[in-house]
Each structure stands twice: as C-alpha cells, then as structure tokens.
C-alpha cells in the first residue's frame, strides 16, 4: 500500500460519532442548567414576593389597630353598637387593602379584630388582633366599681327619716364616710334597707326583684382629706378636667336639663340654685324602660351631675328620677334630696343633711373598670392590654 495513502476505516467513523454525542449531550447538559436557574429566580422572586405581599398585608392589618385606639382613645363604645370605619391603607409597592374591625367587650376590655385584604387579590390577607382598654372618668382596674348609694367627705348633719335604699346582695356598704364608719357619724334614722337582684340585667328594679331587708353597711373612705376628697376617692380624672370636658360639649344647664340618655361626654354641669322639678327637664322621652320625660340618664347611658360650688346646693325634687351620680361640691348644711329617686349614687363633699322622707335610693352595677367609663361615656384614652394576643378567643 502506498505510504501516502490512509486507511479511512470504522473506528475513525466511530471516534466521529461519539464526539458528536458528547457535544450533544454537553448542550442538552447546558440548556438544562440554563433553564433550571430560570425556574429557580422565577420561583425565588415568587417566594419573595409573596413574602414581600404577606408583610405588607400584616402591616396594614395592624394599622387598623393602631386605627382604633386611636378611635377609643376618645369614643366610648359598648357591645351593640356600631364600630367604626377605618381607612383603605395603600402600601409603598402600589397595592391597595381595605379594613374591617369588629369589636368585642371581653370583661373590662375591649378586643379588637383587624382584617386587611388585597382589593387587586381577595385571598391576598391577614388579621391582626389586641384588646385595649378606655380610660376616662374612672379608674381602669376591673376591681373598679359604682360608689356605694350614698357617699359623704363628712357626716350626716341628722339622722335621716324614712327612705328606702335598695343594695345587692353582695354589696358591702349601703353608704360612706371621709369622716368614719360609725353609727355617730353615719346613722340610720328611718332609712330601711333592702337587698335587690337585677335578674334581667335591665338596671330597671322590679317589684319581683326586691329583696329582704338587709344590714346598714357602713364604709369609710382613707386618706379624705384636702379639697374634693370624696370625688377623689371616686372618679380618677380630676374634678377640673370633668368641668371642663363639660364645658366643652355644652353640657351647662340652668334649666332645660335633657332628659332621657345622655350624649357624650356624660357629665352635665348643674348651674341651678333653686328646686330641680319636671318643670326644670326638657325634651320627649316617651314612658318606656324605666325612663320617662321626668327622668335624668338611663340605664344603658348614665349621666354625671355635678353640682358647683357657685350653684350651691340645689334640691332634687320628688317628682323626677335620676340614673348615675349627683355630685355636690361643697357641704350642704340644707337637704339637697327631697324625694328624688336615683338609680346609682348621691355624694357631697363635707357634711350633709340626709334625704329627705319618701326618697328612693337604688345601688346600680353600670360595669367596672373601663366598661364603667364608656357607660359614663366619659372617655379620654385608651391603651393595648399586654398580652391579650395569647388569650385570644
């Protein structure tokens, strides 16, 4: 065979094939890998953002919260009433989430529920939940309750004449003293007291719900002593801001006084020297759920008189009734209580001439803590409950 000539045989042919193969398969190799880490950052940049939309909906949640302590910061609430409306919340990446909260009274408190959802993906939400607390014209705790039925810096000036008083069973005290819980200072006279159970839970006494009589109990009130010692002992906002905030809303009468529930705030500044009658409430309560147009407050909305210095010591006459408190700023050496009724508490500050013969007094459970300050309607903050988010129900 000649030197200059090659052989071209089957294992050339073959070398040639498997290098194609291999080439091949380097690209399938290749496109696999490109295409992979496609999927990947694909499936990563979903992943972010989702995660990325989950915060955003968990913050715009949560701003709904903020939404509403800021609302029962300085509006009082109570179960059966309407919530408020919170606004939409547009996040920095464009999307767009609408609120809903719904409110609860859980005991003392008040649970809120924040719902964020995604107005461009329905599914696109989340929830975020707290309970907050009111506080206002009373002290917060929930061991905070109504005053006892008749409560005094001093003493009785005499002993009172025949006067019922009604106190549930429970109750400790019938009436209190900055003075002393003595039979001197305190006495009974011919008030009779009575036992009541609020069986319908209406704050309206039935005759079925009277009860037998019962003991005079007699409390004292520590540490009475400079100006406004009993309303100290009772009410956590000052007597100043109380007169003010009534003030404020107009809630100043002579005369005129509304009857009937009261509006917010649910104190009414008492400017009247002389007898309070019917003559003296204004307005159109029809006869209905223990309230009537001689009536003062009702039992879902009591109101909070007080009676100024500069008004002296006006008397509440037999023929009108009273849900809440009446409060006397300075003592009063003539009877201020000539047969009114009420359902809640009187209270002068100093000495007092008891009421007078025929007068109703009617101890009355508005709640405690802060559930006590949004019957009063008297509401100036509110504050998160630390760590209501584990009791949730």
């Given amino acids: ?186 006495p009974r006279g011919g008030l009779t007291p009575h036992t009541w159970t609020d069986r319908d839970g209406n704050r309206v006494i039935a005759p079925a719900e009277k009860g037998p009589s019962t003991d005079y109990g007699r409390g004292r009130i520590d540490d009475c002593s400079g100006a406004h010692c009993a309303w100290n002992a009772i009410f956590d906002l000052s007597f100043e801001e109380a007169v003010q905030l009534a003030k404020a809303a107009d809630h100043r009468f002579s005369t005129g006084i509304p009857c009937g529930a009261a509006s917010a705030p649910g104190i009414y500044l008492i400017e009247h020297s002389d007898s309070i009658d019917a003559l003296d409430i204004d307005g159109s309560c029809p006869a209905g759920g223990g309230v009537d147009a001689r009536t003062i407050g009702s039992p879902t909305s009591p109101v909070l008189l007080v009676v100024p210095s500069e008004a002296g010591c006006p008397t509440f006459s037999d023929d009108i009734s009273v849900y809440g408190i009446v409060y006397f700023e300075q003592p009063c050496a003539s009877q201020t209580w000539q047969g ?11 000495d007092a001439v008891p009421p007078a013969p025929g007068s109703t007094l009617i101890a009355t459970d508005y709640g405690s803590g802060g559930a006590l300050n949004a019957a009063f309607q008297v509401v100036v903050d509110a504050s998160q409950t630390p760590g209501t988010w584990r009791d949730w129900r």
């Fill in 340 to 350: 009114a009724r009420i359902q809640g508490s009187l209270i002068w500050e100093g």
């Fill in 1 to 186: 065979m000649p030197a200059n000539i090659r052989w071209h045989g089957p294992l050339r042919q073959q070398a040639g094939a498997m290098t194609l193969l291999f080439g091949l398969l380097l690209l399938i190799g290749a496109g696999i890998l490109v295409f992979s880490s496609g999927r990947t950052g694909v499936v990563e940049q979903r992943i972010a953002n989702n995660a990325r939309q989950g915060i955003e909906a968990q913050d715009a949640a949560e701003a709904g919260l903020e939404y509403a302590r800021a609302w029962l910061a300085q509006s009082p609430w109570k179960a059966d009433t309407p919530v408020p409306t919170a606004p939409a919340q547009r996040t920095i990446g464009g999307e767009t989430y609408d609120l809903s909260l719904d409110f609860s009274a859980t005991g003392t408190d008040i649970c809120v529920s924040s719902r964020a959802s995604a107005r461009s993906d329905s599914a696109l939400s989340a929830m975020a939940q707290a309970c907050f607390t009111q506080h206002g014209l009373f002290d917060a705790s929930p061991t905070t309750t109504m005053p006892p039925p008749m409560v005094l810096g001093g003493c009785f000036r005499a002993a009172p004449e025949s006067s019922e008083i009604y106190i549930p069973e429970d109750s400790g005290s019938a009436v209190a003293s900055g003075e002393a819980a003595t039979a001197a200072c305190l």
